[in-house]
């Protein structure tokens, strides 16, 4: 391994292409933190916008006409305004509204870091996508499917969790797919709020060592390199989940 | 319990009646061809549209308010004084965003063209510049056009001067111009091969079968995505804040920093930038979702 990255250090020397986030330990460490963190947050707030898709799909559906309004008035707006002043909206504003706390050496921290209110704001702004994705995958299930549901005596949280989702579920995952790229590639806003993102880290070392065109590149691949894996993944999902005969 | 019966028994009632599903009860909906202010009414702003934002703004400014008790002057003052250089960022936001969107959708069109190609070569070359743009993050690629761009360029000892605003366009034209491609190239795989097959019998080039008979059908269909793809845009050019250029959200950071950092002024100023966002671009969102369904195929 030592020898591997002793040839990048070679290949500098040589030619000039600095990649000092593979030769020299300490930027790998902080290139490969970022790279965690940048999984990290894309699987927290993918997990939690789709839990927001799926509670408000349903809540969409409720009988309660100012539930439904609510839930239409969360969607347009974080649909219709910038993610990145959602951002900062969170984080600047909300978060100086929250009270703080004192850290162990006396200092004062807020509550929430720039890791929790990035994760907060990009679940908020992929789950408002979500939500229509799943209203829409539980359109296209029949409606004689939940009429039989009814009949047979199935109450609405059942006929929604047992019934609806799980055939939605299978339409709305290409649309879904989408919209979770979109979120991985969103995480580099986080960069904004000094969140140690693939980024920001790579915006550090590339201030340290002045190889912006290498890190530009690399971080193209790199992000084309996650984003081919969550699209491989979920096309896998997809066909393990297919049913013959239902859908297209 | 009687009284309760009956009630029961009349509102099941006047809703069986209201919901009968038989086809011959139902009268059909006729919609007046009115004014264009009824047929705008389908996505012009609903009150409780913007009065939630409304509500978001004065409640947390009304609580900030509250926790600074020696405030120099009210928080709508100071919105007030700043609104107009605040709405001149907008309005520089959405030149950028008029012009990315020219040239990535200039650029998006010929890749897309490119997609469906008879040369090999050029179907891979451009499939892969698509993809390569489309999953790269925004954020990345600004970074990119940013720095990576020089300052100016000499053409045969002209020098043309490139700020950063104009990097800013080329930057954000880039993924505009991978998305166009995609869209152009779906709405010419979804029409029906029939078309294809009824212009060749008919003795259209390819050229001919391309201008004449594919395209102009493929316009609809391209629309309501790319309309879609604009309000993507707009709400991506804050981005260019990021790289330095003196857009509302730099504006907005330098109206705050020149108000002295007060804390409570952060609320309403974010608040105002999210609303004005919002009455740009949801119009857009509305329109986009009548176009969809007008060019629906029904059936």
Same mark, same amino acid.
């Given at each position: 391994?030592?020898?591997?990255?002793?040839?990048?250090?070679?290949?500098?020397?040589?030619?000039?292409?600095?990649?000092?986030?593979?030769?020299?330990?300490?930027? $790998?460490?902080?290139?490969?933190?970022?790279?965690?963190?940048?999984?990290?947050?894309?699987?927290?707030?993918?997990?939690?916008?789709? +839990?927001?898709?799926?509670?408000?799909? %349903?809540?969409?559906?409720?009988?309660?006409? %100012?539930? $439904?309004?609510?839930?239409?008035?969360?969607?347009?707006?974080?649909?219709?305004?910038?993610?990145?002043?959602?951002?900062?909206?969170?984080?600047?504003?909300?978060?100086?509204?929250?009270?703080?706390?004192?850290?162990?050496?006396?200092?004062?921290?807020?509550?929430?870091?720039?890791?929790?209110?990035?994760?907060?704001?990009?679940?908020?702004?992929?789950?408002?996508?979500?939500?229509?994705?799943?209203?829409?995958?539980?359109?296209?299930?029949?409606?004689?499917?939940?009429?039989?549901?009814?009949?047979?005596?199935?109450? /609405?949280?059942? @006929?929604?969790?047992?019934?609806?989702?799980?055939?939605?579920?299978?339409?709305?995952?290409?649309?879904?797919?989408?919209?979770?790229?979109?979120?991985?590639?969103?995480?580099?806003?986080?960069?904004?709020?000094?969140?140690?993102?693939?980024?920001?880290?790579?915006?550090?070392?590339?201030?340290?060592?002045?190889?912006?065109?290498?890190?530009? !590149?690399?971080?193209?691949? #790199?992000?084309?390199?996650?984003?081919?894996?969550?699209?491989?993944?979920?096309?896998?999902?997809? /066909?393990?989940?297919?049913?013959?005969?239902?859908?297209? | 319990?009687?009284?309760?019966?009956?009630?029961?028994?009349?509102?099941?009632?006047?809703?069986? =009646?209201?919901?009968?599903?038989?086809?011959?009860?139902?009268?059909?909906?006729?919609? =007046?061809?009115?004014? !264009?202010?009824?047929?705008?009414?389908?996505?012009?702003?609903? &009150?409780?549209?913007?009065?939630?934002?409304?509500?978001?703004?004065?409640?947390?400014?009304?609580?900030?308010?509250?926790?600074?008790?020696? #405030?120099?002057?009210? @928080? #709508?003052?100071?919105?007030?004084?700043?609104?107009?250089?605040?709405?001149?960022?907008? @309005?520089?936001?959405?030149?950028?965003? +008029?012009? #990315?969107?020219? !040239?990535?959708?200039?650029?998006?069109?010929?890749?897309?063209?490119?997609?469906?190609?008879?040369?090999? %070569?050029?179907?891979?070359?451009?499939?892969?510049?698509?993809?390569?743009?489309?999953?790269?993050?925004?954020?990345?690629?600004?970074?990119?056009?940013?720095?990576?761009?020089?300052?100016?360029?000499?053409?045969?000892?002209?020098? !043309?001067?490139?700020?950063?605003?104009?990097?800013? +366009?080329?930057?954000?034209?880039?993924?505009?111009?991978?998305?166009?491609?995609?869209?152009? $190239?779906?709405?010419?795989?979804?029409?029906?091969?029939?078309?294809?097959?009824?212009?060749?019998?008919?003795?259209?080039?390819? $050229?001919?079968?391309?201008?004449?008979?594919?395209?102009?059908?493929?316009?609809?269909?391209?629309? &309501?995505?790319?309309?879609?793809?604009?309000? +993507?845009?707009?709400?991506?050019?804050?981005?260019?804040? @990021?790289?330095?250029?003196?857009?509302?959200?730099?504006?907005?950071?330098?109206?705050?920093?020149?108000?002295?950092? /007060?804390?409570?002024?952060?609320?309403?100023?974010?608040?105002?930038?999210?609303?004005?966002?919002?009455?740009?671009?949801?119009?857009?969102?509305? %329109?986009?979702?009548?176009?969809?369904?007008?060019?629906?195929?029904?059936?």
């Amino acid at each position: 391994m030592e020898s591997f990255f002793e040839w990048f250090k070679l290949l500098y020397d040589n030619t000039g292409i600095n990649l000092p986030f593979l030769y020299d330990s300490y930027d $790998r460490d902080r290139m490969w933190n970022g790279f965690l963190m940048t999984i990290k947050l894309s699987v927290v707030a993918l997990f939690f916008s789709i +839990i927001i898709g799926i509670i408000g799909a %349903w809540l969409q559906n409720s009988p309660l006409k %100012w539930t $439904r309004r609510i839930v239409n008035g969360y969607i347009q707006i974080f649909r219709n305004t910038p993610p990145l002043v959602q951002l900062y909206f969170f984080y600047f504003a909300i978060g100086a509204l929250l009270p703080k706390v004192s850290n162990g050496y006396g200092g004062e921290v807020p509550i929430l870091g720039g890791f929790a209110w990035a994760a907060i704001s990009l679940s908020f702004f992929a789950g408002a996508f979500n939500v229509e994705i799943f209203r829409s995958g539980m359109e296209a299930v029949p409606k004689s499917t939940t009429e039989a549901a009814e009949a047979l005596g199935f109450s /609405r949280l059942q @006929i929604y969790k047992d019934i609806t989702l799980p055939l939605a579920f299978r339409v709305v995952l290409p649309a879904l797919n989408n919209n979770l790229v979109n979120l991985v590639k969103t995480t580099t806003l986080a960069y904004a709020i000094a969140v140690p993102e693939m980024l920001y880290e790579s915006n550090q070392i590339w201030s340290d060592n002045v190889n912006v065109t290498e890190m530009m !590149i690399f971080l193209l691949l #790199a992000y084309f390199f996650l984003v081919g894996i969550l699209v491989w993944g979920m096309n896998r999902w997809e /066909r393990s989940l297919k049913i013959p005969g239902f859908g297209t | 319990m009687n009284q309760s019966y009956y009630n029961g028994f009349n509102s099941r009632k006047r809703k069986q =009646e209201y919901k009968t599903d038989l086809p011959v009860m139902i009268t059909p909906e006729v919609k =007046e061809p009115g004014s !264009i202010l009824s047929s705008l009414s389908a996505y012009i702003f609903k &009150p409780w549209h913007g009065f939630v934002i409304l509500f978001f703004c004065m409640v947390s400014s009304s609580i900030a308010f509250g926790v600074d008790d020696n #405030a120099k002057s009210s @928080i #709508a003052e100071v919105l007030w004084r700043w609104m107009p250089l605040l709405l001149k960022g907008f @309005i520089f936001n959405i030149v950028i965003s +008029i012009c #990315a969107m020219a !040239i990535g959708t200039a650029a998006g069109a010929a890749l897309g063209l490119g997609q469906i190609s008879l040369n090999k %070569w050029v179907r891979r070359v451009s499939w892969f510049i698509t993809q390569f743009f489309r999953n790269s993050p925004w954020l990345v690629l600004l970074f990119f056009a940013m720095f990576l761009l020089p300052f100016e360029i000499n053409i045969g000892g002209l020098a !043309i001067p490139l700020p950063d605003w104009v990097k800013a +366009i080329i930057g954000l034209s880039l993924p505009v111009m991978a998305n166009v491609s995609e869209i152009v $190239r779906g709405a010419v795989v979804s029409l029906p091969s029939g078309q294809w097959e009824a212009a060749e019998s008919l003795a259209y080039t390819r $050229r001919q079968t391309l201008w004449l008979i594919i395209l102009p059908q493929c316009v609809k269909r391209m629309l &309501p995505p790319w309309m879609n793809l604009y309000a +993507i845009l707009t709400m991506a050019t804050v981005l260019a804040s @990021i790289v330095g250029v003196s857009e509302v959200m730099t504006l907005t950071g330098q109206a705050l920093a020149a108000e002295g950092g /007060r804390t409570d002024l952060l609320a309403p100023f974010y608040s105002f930038v999210l609303l004005i966002f919002f009455m740009y671009c949801y119009p857009i969102a509305r %329109w986009t979702v009548r176009l969809e369904k007008k060019f629906s195929v029904i059936g």
